[in-house]
């Protein structure tokens, strides 16, 4: 236990020194549209009088009737109630803690689902200023990013030690395409750990992240914020809804943003996005959601630098965290990210509630980055290989889900049942040409690259290019029954089938067909108790599957083989407290790949085979809310065991897995001094993380070293006008935050943010 909870050496201090240098999720709306829309404040103070308990946010059915029910049938609609939490623009904040999953495939809160489950507000985004996805999940320990690999940049996480470039959702959806999401459309981001091929599909074997958008409400309001830093950067964003009758509202968010990145040579993060929604009665009952999300990206990868030595070469060769060595003016990286959705909200009667989900959308990704590649002299580097090539992908899917749920009594036995059908199809569609010199590499000096280098020699050389589609129809059915007021029991089961066709074409023309077909079966089993009100213990087990297409890709090697298979176990509790402004919960799991796939030893056999193990354990502990009045706090953190336990290569056997850092630690606390200022900070902590696997003893191990991340939060109100000022990394620490084998990238260094949040 000792050795699992030591890293708090400089977090005092550090801590210290951000307080001195110093959303809640919006839920499924229902479909008459009775709840007032609330109106996501950034306001600095909580100013529910001391006298006076903050009320808990009241509980409406998603699809509530037109007619009120009879005062015995209002009661019992209380029970399976579930909604937008009350926020005006002169009372209470959002709050830390979120209470109500945004999905309805989950229908009880989050107290009674029996999985750990973290969610960001867009309170704690907007208090830190996280203007992309991979900012607001610093909020979450257990979470790892991936650098850019193969022409792969953006979004790519790893969680509980298990890749999920597959597992990011946009309101339930899948979201595909590489590319950097930025968090103006947000409301929040949902963390659902473990196994979660039960609501999702295929994958999420360490878990999945879900995205939940702004989308048109009751009441009007119009927020407008302007940003500016020392990157430099320049940001402004607009948050627009207005309320033209009871049946129609429509709603407009959209930013743009010019930035360089602290202590990084030449990267930009330049993106600009708009995504308009609106909400139609259609009828008494039935409510119809349309939004669009449209994203423009034009900015500079950053591949960071390499290994030398088992550390980048900023912490072996003492290289200048700012090198990059990539090329100015080619470097680049361009996205359209276009994304159409309507939803259909229909109460069908008593508790009965459909929603239709329907999704069709497109991410055309340009990018030309540079990789730092193959270092020289071998014992004492001093030039490096800039491996340059650019890609054209191109990826479209459509989308369209079906649930059905509703609550029910038989005899003692209280029901909380759901049903769906999922169908996709997916398609990817991907070029790439090598830029070479003399058939290699452009070299740089390690120490002091060239930004502008002589590129008359480079030629454009086509490499392979591939071609996949992807449909997949699955169907789920889940039951959460309540035995009286202490235990309830959930049951979910999933079929998937899952029909994969790819392509690829070498550069000689040469073409190889794949097609692979698989059938998913998963399920999920959870019991819940309630040993006091507002506290739940539970236990759970979970399945899930990874096909081998399930990154959209084959080989002879993999085409033949079945999907791996994962099993997850936990156990954990958790707790509303005080009016249910806090919320803690703690858990022990352990997840088990069963049949990894891993090189064969027979050499006469096939070359791949599902004859690998692998097992992450660990516990995780998290708190988010207000303990007293004015003091918020949102903290987590995760232990994680990850190791190799079989493998046909007897040397990997005992090794951790890689992106996998046994401890981290996220906190975020604010206080409010008086009703107008506000002061607090943050601190991260990640542990070493290997990258790689070494084969045998002359391969040299790789790692990032381990790291303390120290911000700091101020925020001052005039009448309608926010002042906030955040500083990033107090300290300056040299430390990377995204790496794989091939690299690592250098985070960001010490910068201040300034910005204004109006509303009208």
Known sequence: MRGALWPWGPAAVGLASALAAGGAVAQETPVTGDTSAPVQESRPAETTPAAQEEPSPERTPETAPTTPPTTSAAQADQDEAYVLPEVSVEGETAKYNVTEPSLNRLPRPLLDTPQTITVVPERVMEEQQATTLRDALRNVSGITVTAGEGGRQGDSFSLRGFSAQTDTLRDGVRDLGWFTRDTFNLEGVEVYFGPSSVLFGRGSTGGAINLVTKKARKGSFQDLRLSGGTSPSGRIEADINQEFSDSIQFRVAAAGQLAGVAGRDVVTENRAGIAPSARFQLAPKVALEVDYFYQHEDSIPDYGQPYFNGYPVSVTLDVPRGNFYGVEGSDTERVNAHIGTARLLADLGDTLRLTNTLRYGGVDRFSRPTAPRGLTPVAAPTTIGRQRFETNTDNTYFADQLDVRGSFTTGFIKHNANVGLDISREQRDQSRNNLTVAGGNLPADLFDPDHNPDLSEVAVVPAASNYSRQWNLGAYA???????????????????????????????????????????????????????????????????????AELSTLSNDTVTLDPEKNETFEIGAKSDLITERLSVNAAVFRTNKKNARVPNSIPDGPPVVLEGKQRVQGYA????????????????????????????????????????????????????????????????????????????????????????????????????????????????????????????????????????????
């Not at 399920?523 to 599957?545: D, F, I």
């Not at 190791?643 to 040397?651: K, V």
Request: proline share 3%; glycine share 8%.
């Open 478 to 548: 889940s039951d959460q029954i309540q035995v009286g007021k202490y235990v309830e029991v959930l049951g979910t089961l999933r079929l998937d089938n899952l029909h994969s066709d790819y392509e690829t074409k070498a550069a000689n023309g040469d073409v190889a067909a794949f097609e692979q077909e698989n059938s998913l079966f998963n399920w999920r089993l959870g019991l819940v108790l309630h040993p006091a009100e507002n506290t739940s213990v539970y236990g759970m087990y979970g399945t899930s599957t990874n096909p081998s």
């Open 621 to 760: 502990v998290g708190v988010a809310g207000s303990p007293v009045r004015g003091w918020n706090v949102f903290a987590n953190y995760t232990f994680l065991d990850a190791s190799i336990q079989e493998h046909s290569n007897d040397f990997l056997e005992g090794q951790r897995l890689v992106n996998t850092p046994k401890r981290s630690l996220s906190l975020w606390t604010t206080y409010a001094i008086l009703d107008t200022l506000s002061v607090g900070g943050g601190a991260t902590y990640q542990d070493v993380a290997t990258v790689n696997n070494p084969a045998n003893a002359t391969v040299v191990l790789n790692k990032v070293p381990n790291y303390w991340r120290f911000d700091a939060f101020a925020s001052y109100t005039i009448k309608k006008v926010d002042l906030q000022l955040n500083v990033y990394n107090l300290t300056d620490k040299l430390y990377y935050d995204a790496y794989y084998g091939g690299q690592a990238v250098p985070a960001e260094g010490v910068s201040a943010l300034l910005s204004a949040h109006v509303r009208f």
